[in-house]
């Protein structure tokens, strides 16, 4: 599946103008071959998270819970032992190349668009297993 960058900070807008960018480029995207957008946010002008990082995580975890989107994965978050890394390595191997893999850049956010394949099902119930295991 392809993958698309969208700069969304790109213009200085108002955080709701940069979200609403972003939940219009997921809705038109949603039925393309497009698998995963790494959105370029920004980490806010002090370093410790934006008006725009912080109201696009806020929008994702709504569109997660409503399944319109599969996951996201924040840029601080997205490393190489990111406990998703594997789904990552194996369905979209052109983001192990990216920069800001070893990065843990905070001024971006993956946002995965829909089911790849019966093996990340499979990883989310086993991450859920593990994790309630422990």
């Known amino acids: 599946m392809e993958i698309v960058t969208l700069n969304i900070k790109s213009e200085f807008p108002p955080a709701d103008v940069a979200v609403a960018n972003l939940l219009i480029e997921i809705e038109r995207l949603a039925n393309t071959e497009v698998g995963a957008i790494k959105v370029i946010h920004g980490y806010g002008s002090h370093g410790v998270g934006g008006a725009i990082k912080r109201e696009v995580h806020e929008s994702l975890k709504l569109l997660k819970h409503n399944k319109k989107i599969v ?12 406990k998703e890394n594997e789904y990552i390595t194996k369905n979209f191997p052109q983001l192990v190349l990216d920069s800001d893999l070893q990065n843990y850049n905070s001024g971006i956010t993956i946002v995965f668009l829909k089911w790849k394949t019966f093996a990340f099902m499979f990883f989310l119930w086993y991450t859920c297993k593990v994790t309630i295991n422990i």
Request: charged share 25%; net charge negative; hydrophobic share 50%.
């Open 71 to 82: 996951d996201f994965i924040p840029g601080e978050k997205f490393g190489a032992f990111a």
